[in-house]
């Protein structure tokens, strides 16, 4: 692998990761309302994507499409609402566990057929989940892991709708911009109790503009590098990452509970990637 792949790929898995502290960072230690820092992150998000296809002097003629949208905007509202009582880690685990797990599920119901190792790491993975979910002194809020469930499998709905683009990038500029006013319509039901924050907005933009807009920009440069076995494994690196900047950054314990969950879920779907692979 080219180091600038590697170089690209690393800067984005931080990005990707860095969205989760932000989010946790904004909700715990700031007054910002969950509804407000996830408009905030889409417009911010939406803004640069634009400017850099504004830049590279090709940003019209991208429609988008709705069904995207309304993907791409149950994500991020569902993924800032579960944070407000999610530790960053968790969080993670849930979202990106449920991302590969949904996208390995479209794959069955399509008609792939597993190897019996492979099987086996599903099986380890999904296993996983549910003892991270079973109760316990460290299990995560019911609530809250079912919204951060459900922004993983709408994520997973969204990588599958824009699966093949010829331009992922003004694609998903497009779709950005289509889903503000779905997360607007999403987010009424709590417009009574809207608070804005300074620190919480600011995080919101560091959010939507650097971990969202230019996070997914380099992504998508990195993706040339990578076949697509590597692009799901390298992904699961995020929830490592963000539980380590939970542990470093917000004093959120990192339990042998945690620890042993991510080892099966993690290297469950890896085994599957790998298996795939090989295949």
């Known amino acids: 692998m080219a180091m600038r792949t590697v170089l690209l790929t690393t800067v984005a898995m931080l990005a990707f990761a860095g969205n989760s502290v932000l989010c946790r960072l904004a909700l715990k230690d700031t007054s910002i309302d969950a509804a407000t820092f996830s408009m905030i992150r889409l417009t911010s998000g939406a803004l640069v994507l634009w400017l850099l296809l504004a830049l590279r002097k090709s940003g019209n003629g991208y429609a988008g499409s709705w069904s995207g949208a309304l993907a791409l905007s149950i994500y991020a509202v569902a993924f800032t609402f579960a944070y407000i009582k999610l530790d960053t880690g968790t969080g993670a685990l849930l979202l990106f566990g449920a991302v590969q797990l949904s996208m390995l599920a479209y794959g069955f119901f399509r008609g792939e057929r597993l190897a019996p190792l492979a099987m086996a790491g599903l099986l380890l993975s999904l296993g996983g989940l549910v003892a991270l979910l079973l109760p316990g002194a460290s299990a995560p809020q019911t609530g809250s892991a079912a919204l951060m469930i459900i922004a993983g499998l709408a ?26 006013p779905i997360a607007l319509v999403l987010c009424l039901p709590f417009i009574g109790n809207l608070q804005f924050d300074g620190w919480g907005a600011f995080y919101a933009v560091l959010s939507g503009a650097l971990a969202s807009g230019l996070g997914y920009a380099i992504w998508y440069a990195a993706l040339k590098g990578l076949n697509a076995t590597q692009a799901s494994t390298v992904q699961l690196s995020v929830p490592i990452l963000a539980s380590l900047a939970g542990v ?23 085994l599957v990637l790998c298996t795939k692979a090989k295949a």
């Not at 994520?155 to 503000?180: Q, V």
């Not at 917000?250 to 890896?270: F, K, W």
């Open 155 to 180: 994520w997973g709905a969204y990588s599958l709708l824009g699966r093949g683009a010829a331009d992922p990038l003004g694609l998903t500029a497009a779709n950005f911009l289509k889903a503000i």
């Open 248 to 270: 470093m950054l917000l004093s959120e314990p990192l339990t042998v509970r945690m620890v042993a969950v991510s080892i099966a879920v993690l290297g469950g779907i890896s």
